[in-house]
């Protein structure tokens, strides 16, 4: 098959021109070999109400992925404006992630973490190649709200409130 001709986009340019799409945080969470994982997206969206299908974009180079894949289900937590140092620890690549963060099984089993505003939690429906991402597509299987407060933004690389 005959590839597309690449048209040269800045990188730089093109991280600052999406990062004036401001988005909610989320920590996608699973267990893999018995041990609590998780990872900071903003990517996450929901897609279909019938069948109920969510998406996140996972980086091909996240150690955090393949045990999400082998766990074949998570929970998307949807943090609060309360909870950037929580966002912060589950995208740094150093620290136990899990330390002292409150939790319980949902029905997957994937960690439902202390003080998010709600979760989906969900099977690994469909996963699709997206260049150095992939989409994946999960299918709810529980959800509930837990906090009405104000959800955490991030906006142009950094954190923001959302004011009333
Ligand atoms: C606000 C925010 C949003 C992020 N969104 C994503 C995302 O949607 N997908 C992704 O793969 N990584 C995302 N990351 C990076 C991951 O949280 C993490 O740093 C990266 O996956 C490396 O860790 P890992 O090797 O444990 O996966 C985000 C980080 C931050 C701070």
Not at 60 to 73: E, L, M
């Amino acid at each position: 098959m005959a590839s597309e001709p690449t048209i040269q986009i800045d990188q730089a340019l093109y991280r600052q021109v999406c990062g004036h799409f401001a988005t909610g945080v989320t920590v996608i969470t699973a267990v893999d070999g018995g041990e609590p994982v998780g990872m900071a997206a903003n990517s996450f969206t929901s897609v279909s109400l019938d069948p109920p299908l969510v998406l996140f974009c996972a980086g091909k180079n996240s150690s955090t992925w393949p045990r999400i894949q082998a766990a074949g289900s998570y929970a998307v937590n949807i943090l609060g404006g309360d909870q950037e140092e929580l966002s912060r620890r589950f995208a740094a690549k150093e620290g136990d992630r899990f330390e002292g963060v409150g939790w319980r099984p949902g029905v997957t089993g994937s960690p439902l973490l202390q003080g998010a505003l709600a979760y989906l939690d969900c099977t690994i429906e469909a996963e699709h190649d997206a260049g150095d991402h992939l989409l994946v597509v999960g299918r709810v299987v529980e959800l509930a709200i837990e906090r009405e407060e104000a959800p955490l933004v991030f906006f142009r690389g950094g954190y923001a409130a959302l004011s009333p």
